[in-house]
């Protein structure tokens, strides 16, 4: 693709570009593209200024004007803003994210830390498919992660195509994503993708996540307008697709708006919770402000609105109980970075958290 492009650059990128100061603020950034074994591919733009040593292209997003950069050293996720040395060799600064989708690293080695997944979305798309029950469960955990990363969360069941009756599965799925849209898409027919395609209005970017299988690609496909990623036939027997994007990728779409691609998530552990649980189970959190007591546990104490509403049909307890393990689950992961900061203190060594 070529001609002036933004790459989804802000004033609000613009200031964190001035705070930096110096030599740094009078270089100019460019987007994180994708990310490959200690190698960052970057963007220039238009919008975002360009050096006059800039690399031949720039500012046109194409694959003769990427450059590629080390990246060693540097916490980087694909979708972040970031400044180069002078020589256009490796990074020497990140801007300031507006969002971050960050969960626990999957190791258990790395409990304590975190892995960020994508950064600088606007909208964060949650695909589940139409083809296999509906995971409540996972989702609640995906919706804690996406309030909490600052992007706007949108549920998408894909797979349209291959379901007579998504009813049901909208039906159980909006039930645990208060508030949160939910659309229903195809990117075999093209149904729905035009409803998905609205959310990059403006040079936004989106994102979509979610397990391994659920027809991300196809959808990706759609959205893109060509075959921009590779996808494999499911098995046989139980509609599940085979994973086929294994790094996460910066994608233009046509007529304006930018989408991250990521690999499938396995696990959905999470980090530390600014108000994410808050706003995934708004609905026990409401009910919560009516119980008797402020510190009510929802266990026997009297006069429970949670307990109450439980008792009286209205809120599954398979929801309250998947709260209750959601905040033990926090706590105990807070718990541990304590741990993990004091060890670090003691070795004269202080690695902050990420911030976006």
């Given amino acids: 693709m070529t001609g002036d492009v933004d790459l989804g650059w802000t004033p609000g990128f613009q200031a964190a570009l001035d705070a930096l100061g110096g030599d740094l603020a009078e270089r100019a950034p460019a987007r994180l593209a994708r990310i490959d074994r200690g190698w960052s591919t970057l963007w220039y733009s238009a919008a975002a200024g360009r050096r006059a040593d800039a690399p031949t292209g720039a500012p046109a997003v194409d694959p003769a004007a990427e450059v590629r950069v080390r990246n060693i050293g540097a916490d980087v996720a694909v979708g972040d803003w970031v400044v180069p040395d002078a020589d256009v060799q490796r990074i020497d600064a990140v801007l300031a994210r507006s969002s971050a989708f960050v969960r626990r690293a999957s190791f258990e080695g790395d409990r304590a830390e975190a892995h960020t997944i994508a950064a600088n979305i606007d909208v964060v798309m949650l695909v589940h498919t139409l083809t296999t029950p509906p995971n409540q469960r996972r989702l609640e955990r995906e919706l804690v992660l996406a309030f909490d990363s600052g992007a706007r969360p949108v549920v998408v069941l894909s797979k349209a195509d291959l379901s007579d009756d998504p009813r049901r599965t909208v039906a159980a799925l909006a039930a645990v994503a208060v508030g949160v849209p939910v659309h229903v898409a195809s990117g075999v027919s093209g149904a729905g993708v035009d409803e ?161």
């Fill in 196 to 356: 998905l395609h609205a959310y990059a209005a403006g040079g936004s970017t989106i994102a979509l996540l979610g397990a391994s299988g659920v027809g991300k690609s196809t959808l990706i496909n759609a959205l893109v307008g060509r075959h921009a990623r590779h996808t494999e036939d499911v098995r046989f027997g139980d509609q599940r697709g085979r994973h086929t994007t294994t790094a996460a990728e910066l994608v233009a779409l046509p007529g304006g708006g930018w989408l991250i691609d990521t690999p499938g998530v396995r696990a959905v552990s999470l980090w530390s919770s600014g108000h994410g649980i808050e706003r995934a189970f708004r609905d026990i959190f409401e009910l919560m402000d009516h119980c008797r007591f402020r510190d009510c546990k929802h266990d026997d104490e009297p006069d429970c609105a949670v307990r109450g509403a439980v008792a009286g049909g209205t809120l599954d307890p398979a929801r309250l109980d998947s709260m209750k393990r959601l905040v033990a689950e926090e706590a105990a992961l807070e718990a541990e970075q304590r741990v993990q900061e004091r060890a670090m203190d003691r070795r004269g060594v202080r690695r902050p958290r990420p911030k976006h």
